[in-house]
């Protein structure tokens, strides 16, 4: 089951989603290794109060408390024009950049696809930008919706509002019929939980009424024990439920959360400010290098961030001659190394 099926499901959700592949990359670019795709945050500002988020107990981490602004993202595009794929979500809620509506309407009139697969937590949404997505066809995004009801959701995420979030589920719905677009294509996002293991049909069957995708993900907690494991393989179709049972029946040792540091092949992850991360793990500084300054190609062919994939690789040990290499202190890299595991690119 079971580490294949896993790595499967990782593989959508954190990094290349299939749905987000074009029929086709233009030989140059393959020659020269340029992806077409990239993470660039919209915001790390958030409006709820999640009982374990990262970025509010760590007050905001590395990457800071900002939003990404219209003028740098149509820099980006404009010298980038190789960019098809834009995922814009990763550690708060893209619907607080006040500059995102002109990002999307840009993005438009450049034909790149923009996505928020990383989740969203749509409390805070104006009737003008979920027109606007529509109308600029966004095209997916994940909706972190970790219950069924009010009392359960907000368990979670605290300061949320679930009946809200249905209404503007059900307001874009409408305005996805009156223009006649399939776009967004929206994912119901469900964290399983201690507290929300009795959710899970009722979600399934909402989610389907508001013609949403589901999609299950085990929860980062080390304590959740899952109490009704039967239904829980069942309905989610997860073959582990806990990060634990997922590092004992996997024969290489190696996280399906460490396919994260894929991304710094396929979809480098760049934060608001520009500063180059690799990847979406936060818990770690950037490589030292501005890639709204410098340029993407100068910022992934820099020292440090070819070194950082000799090391994920194995190729090389940490060496006190490069600086600025988030990996080293990575959970993950550590784990590669425990175990004389690494990534096989």
Same mark, same amino acid.
């Given at each position: 089951?079971?580490?294949?099926?896993?790595?499967?499901?990782?593989?959508?959700?954190?990094?290349?989603?299939?749905?987000?592949?074009?029929?086709?990359?233009?030989?140059?670019?393959?020659?020269?290794?340029?992806?077409?795709?990239?993470?660039?945050?919209?915001?790390?500002?958030?409006?709820?109060?999640?009982?374990?988020?990262?970025?509010?107990?760590?007050?905001?981490?590395?990457?800071?408390?900002?939003?990404?602004?219209?003028?740098?993202?149509?820099?980006?595009?404009?010298?980038?024009?190789?960019?098809?794929?834009?995922?814009?979500?990763?550690?708060?809620?893209?619907?607080?950049?006040?500059?995102?509506?002109?990002?999307?309407?840009?993005?438009?009139?450049?034909?790149?696809?923009?996505?928020?697969?990383?989740?969203?937590?749509?409390?805070?949404?104006?009737?003008?930008?979920?027109?606007?997505?529509?109308?600029?066809?966004f095209y997916s995004m994940a909706i972190s919706i970790d219950g069924a009801s009010q009392e359960v959701y907000s368990l979670y995420r605290r300061n949320g509002d679930y009946d809200k979030v249905i209404e503007n589920i059900k307001k874009l719905n409408e305005l996805k019929r009156k223009y006649n677009s399939r776009l967004p294509k929206l994912v119901w996002q469900?964290?399983?939980? &201690?507290?929300?293991?009795?959710?899970?049909?009722?979600?399934? #069957?909402? =989610? *389907? $009424? /508001?013609?949403?995708?589901?999609?299950?993900?085990?929860?980062?907690?080390?304590?959740?024990?899952?109490?009704?494991?039967?239904?829980?393989?069942?309905?989610?179709?997860?073959?582990?439920?806990?990060?634990?049972?997922?590092?004992?029946?996997?024969?290489?040792?190696?996280?399906?959360?460490?396919?994260?540091?894929?991304?710094?092949?396929?979809?480098?992850?760049?934060?608001?400010?520009?500063?180059?991360?690799?990847?979406?793990?936060?818990?770690?500084?950037?490589?030292?290098?501005?890639?709204?300054?410098? &340029?993407?190609?100068?910022?992934?062919?820099?020292?440090?961030? #070819?070194? =950082? *994939? $000799? /090391?994920?690789?194995?190729?090389?040990?940490?060496?006190?001659?490069?600086?600025?290499?988030?990996?080293?202190?990575?959970?993950?890299?550590?784990?590669?190394?425990?175990?004389?595991?690494?990534?096989?690119?």
């Amino acid at each position: 089951m079971e580490i294949k099926k896993s790595l499967t499901y990782y593989k959508k959700v954190f990094f290349y989603p299939p749905v987000l592949w074009p029929l086709g990359i233009p030989l140059i670019q393959r020659l020269l290794k340029l992806p077409y795709f990239v993470r660039l945050e919209a915001s790390t500002l958030c409006q709820l109060n999640c009982r374990t988020c990262y970025m509010r107990l760590n007050n905001f981490g590395s990457v800071g408390k900002g939003y990404l602004k219209f003028s740098d993202f149509k820099n980006f595009i404009d010298k980038h024009a190789y960019i098809k794929v834009i995922e814009l979500a990763n550690s708060g809620e893209i619907f607080l950049n006040p500059d995102l509506i002109k990002i999307m309407e840009y993005a438009f009139e450049r034909n790149v696809r923009l996505t928020a697969l990383g989740g969203v937590n749509f409390n805070t949404i104006t009737n003008e930008m979920i027109e606007a997505l529509v109308k600029y066809r966004f095209y997916s995004m994940a909706i972190s919706i970790d219950g069924a009801s009010q009392e359960v959701y907000s368990l979670y995420r605290r300061n949320g509002d679930y009946d809200k979030v249905i209404e503007n589920i059900k307001k874009l719905n409408e305005l996805k019929r009156k223009y006649n677009s399939r776009l967004p294509k929206l994912v119901w996002q469900y964290i399983i939980m &201690g507290h929300n293991e009795d959710d899970v049909i009722s979600a399934k #069957k909402q =989610a *389907k $009424q /508001l013609n949403m995708d589901i999609f299950f993900k085990m929860t980062w907690d080390k304590d959740y024990k899952p109490s009704k494991i039967k239904m829980l393989h069942a309905e989610t179709k997860l073959p582990f439920l806990t990060m634990e049972e997922e590092a004992s029946n996997n024969p290489t040792k190696l996280s399906a959360y460490s396919l994260i540091c894929r991304q710094l092949w396929i979809c480098p992850q760049i934060n608001w400010d520009g500063r180059l991360l690799g990847c979406c793990n936060l818990f770690k500084d950037d490589f030292g290098i501005n890639v709204f300054e410098e &340029g993407l190609e100068k910022a992934i062919n820099s020292d440090n961030f #070819k070194y =950082a *994939k $000799q /090391l994920l690789q194995g190729k090389v040990p940490p060496s006190p001659h490069y600086k600025n290499i988030p990996c080293v202190s990575c959970s993950d890299y550590k784990q590669m190394v425990e175990n004389n595991s690494f990534l096989k690119i």
